[in-house]
């Protein structure tokens, strides 16, 4: 299967899909609740990816529309060059080839993540978790219906339904070429899949995302944020664990007991360094460590810092390198702060949960890659692509 389809034919599939998935909402929402009642687990993020309802379907649906509303990108040039001799020089975008989508729960990964990867004129291989089996075997279903209405062989998009013993033997001896993998999921499978994969692999999915409390904060602001970013979503790698608080923040002890008090109307556990666990409903942390974690959960780390410069060390050396905010009205502030700290996002006063690839422009996304190589931050179906060199001559030797 190495023929290209055109993007007339890749858009077709994505509508007919679109189509598909509203036909079959009330039978996808009934499959779904079969793998929500296997769950058993205790993992309140993983329960919140795991279960599909009406809104999750509408989201599927619009991201399939905006993919067939996007250009194609595939054949964008990129470089051209007329080199002395007469050769003509064209660097244009190509497909990776197959690409391996290995995540964690999420049903709606099986349609938004393989219609990026499918219309950016890939092969997809998707390896589910074993919570959303049905969910997933019942939408790549849809897929194989889609592109057979199309005469388009459904090797396009192939589920591995492997347990972790089997996922590890196809990384380390893929039964097929394999030119990408995005594993999407917690640290876990991340390290899981760099630790056996034989090819290229891109870090997705890592919060650990900090707020800066500037002394020239708006603390009213800063309230919101901190609250939009813990509360709205607990299991999105947008969400904030981190809040770093200056220690000359005016009117800084009415903020804090404001912020606890917000932070235990919605639960959240309250954990504090040395400074900030001298307030009544913050729990003094015993190791440092605890500053790399990641929580997906009703938990934050409030911690005080004397300086700029304080702030961005600390966010530099536990944040994951995904998302950091400055609340700050003073703009030379957060230039320093934005320039300093080694984040795929960077912000001034608003929210980390706006890293994502809808809110960016980007329509769906892929992953939000906190690599450096290839692609940083949300990758869209434009990230999607590599590229290749055409060269055209009329008997040119060099």
């Not at 890749?10 to 679109?18: F, G, K």
């Not at 329960?47 to 067939?68: A, E, N």
């Not at 929210?351 to 690839?357: A, E, V």
């Amino acid at each position: 299967m190495n023929t290209m389809l055109t993007h007339q034919q890749r858009n077709a599939v994505l509508n007919t899909m679109a189509t598909l998935i509203a036909q079959e909402r009330a039978s996808i929402l009934a499959i779904n609740k079969i793998d929500v009642e296997n769950y058993s687990g205790e993992d309140i993020a993983m329960y919140d990816r795991l279960k599909v309802d009406d809104s999750k379907v509408d989201g599927m649906i619009l991201s399939l529309q905006q993919l067939i509303e996007d250009s194609d990108p595939l054949g964008k040039e990129l470089y051209n060059f007329t080199h002395e001799n007469g050769m003509k020089i064209i660097n244009k975008t190509a497909p990776f080839g197959t690409v391996l989508i290995i995540y964690e729960s999420r049903p709606d990964v099986t349609v938004e993540a393989a219609g990026i990867a499918f219309k950016s004129g890939n092969k997809i291989l998707l390896k589910g978790g074993k919570e959303s089996l049905n969910s997933n075997l019942k939408i790549v279903e849809l897929w194989h219906k889609a592109l057979a209405s199309h005469n388009i062989t459904t090797d396009w998009v192939a589920y591995l339904n492997y347990n972790r013993t089997e996922t590890q033997e196809f990384l380390e001896n893929p039964t097929q070429k394999l030119d990408l993998i995005v594993p999407r999921g917690g640290e876990k499978l991340i390290a899981f899949t760099k630790q056996h994969a034989k090819c290229p692999v891109i870090v997705s999915g890592r919060g650990n995302n900090f707020i800066y409390v500037e002394s020239e904060a708006d603390t009213d602001v800063a309230l919101k944020l901190i609250m939009n970013g813990k509360t709205a979503k607990i299991s999105a790698c947008n969400a904030v664990d981190k809040v770093l608080i200056a220690e000359d923040l005016p009117n800084k002890e009415a903020f804090i007991q404001n912020l606890i008090q917000q932070l235990k109307e919605f639960k959240v556990e309250i954990l504090g360094d040395d400074e900030l666990s001298k307030f009544e409903n913050v729990a003094a942390f015993e190791d440092d460590a605890i500053w790399f974690e990641e929580f997906l959960d009703y938990k934050i780390v409030l911690g005080s810092v004397a300086t700029i410069q304080e702030a961005i060390t600390k966010i530099n050396t536990y944040g994951g390198g995904h998302s950091a905010v400055i609340i700050t009205k003073n703009n030379a502030t957060a230039q320093q702060f934005m320039e300093s700290v080694d984040s795929a996002a960077v912000y001034q006063n608003a929210s980390t949960r706006f890293t994502d690839g809808g809110q960016f422009g980007l329509g769906g996304e892929l992953a939000i890659s906190t690599d450096k190589l290839h692609h940083r931050g949300p990758m869209g179906l434009h990230h999607l692509v590599t590229n290749k060199w055409y060269v055209f001559g009329d008997g040119q030797i060099r």
